[in-house]
């Protein structure tokens, strides 16, 4: 049963099939409204989320099919001690397809290996979160033309960022493409993903503290929250939040084509002042994530056989 619980699940070529879909969904949604009549998708969030679950489900609704699920885990049996093995197990039984997000890196695996339909990782902790980056790849291919080549900055939170570790693993596998990491040296990039990903892959990077420096060489710039919910105490929270603020001000030596990217929420790390901004690509790329999780539901249904 093919879920997907990493971004290296899948292939480039299929993660191109799901660009040219999701492309064709945005050209054409008409076409796509009944796909998945009388098919149930389950959203287990065990997490708070806005835009990945609710995405999901405007996913599956335009789709034609149905949402079913929770998004929290204390309105779950997980409160009375119901293992996520055997969450996967019932819920099997209910729906065609699940998208869960959970606080544990790792739980949508475990959940993959119990369940007997396709199982979506919508977010494991401070791991991975691989249909954030359907979303960013979707908005830098529309932005860019391409992956080939670019220069991308990622700036914040590069410890506990799950998106920044799904996208680094994605854009290794692309010809030509420099990764300058900008953080605070308390969150660098952790050493699994710069031995494992960066050196293993051969893509040249860079680190350092100083964003406004690293400015005028970047075609992306990929903005991430201080993960609050991941740090052990509150002081060190305090002290790193606002280590990163973007203002227009600082894109005065910016490429007149940079791409300014944030898997969202945002608190402080880029200023409204920036959102006029034509560079500004937020806001697209949370539409982008819509269509992006229309084009897998449709995939992973197929490849069950459900479709
Ligand atoms: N980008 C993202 O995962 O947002 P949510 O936490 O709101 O789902």
Do not use: W
Not at 22 to 30: L, V, Y
Not at 223 to 232: A, G, H, K, P, S
Not at 270 to 281: E, G, L, T, W
Request: aromatic share 8%.
């Amino acid at each position: 049963m093919k879920s997907l619980i990493d971004i290296l699940d899948f292939t480039v070529e299929e993660l191109q099939e799901l660009i040219d879909t999701a492309n064709d969904i945005i050209e054409h949604p008409a076409a796509y409204s009944e796909r998945c009549r009388g098919k149930k998708l389950a959203t287990l969030f065990f997490e708070p989320s806005t835009r990945t679950r609710l995405s999901f489900e405007a996913a599956m609704y335009e789709l034609g099919g149905n949402v079913i699920g929770f998004s929290e885990a204390a309105s779950s049996s997980a409160a009375k001690g119901e293992s996520v093995a055997d969450t996967a197990k019932v819920i099997s039984c209910y729906a065609d397809i699940i998208a869960m997000r959970h606080p544990k890196e790792g739980a949508p695996l475990v959940a993959a290996m119990n369940a007997s339909i396709p199982v979506i990782n919508a977010g494991d902790g401070g791991h991975n979160h691989p249909t954030q980056t359907l979303a960013d790849l979707l908005t830098i291919y529309r932005e860019k033309g391409g992956f080939e080549n670019l220069t991308v900055g990622f700036c914040g939170d590069l410890k506990f960022g799950r998106t920044v570790h799904s996208l680094i693993n994605a854009l290794s596998r692309y010809a030509g493409v420099r990764v300058v990491l900008i953080s605070p040296e308390e969150l660098k990039l952790p050493s699994y993903v710069k031995k494992d990903v960066l050196a293993a892959k051969g893509v040249p990077y860079e680190q350092t503290t100083d964003l406004e420096s690293v400015m005028p060489r970047l075609d992306i710039l990929y903005m991430t929250r201080v993960q609050r919910e991941r740090f052990f105490n509150e002081e060190d929270y305090l002290r790193l939040k606002d280590s990163y603020i973007l203002t227009p001000e600082k894109l005065k030596n910016a490429k007149a084509e940079l791409c300014i990217m944030h898997p969202l929420p945002r608190v402080n790390e880029i200023s409204v002042a920036v959102d006029d901004d034509p560079r500004a690509c937020y806001f697209k790329q949370v539409l982008y994530g819509k269509y992006m999780r229309m084009a897998l539901i449709l995939k992973l249904l197929k490849e069950a056989g459900t479709l």
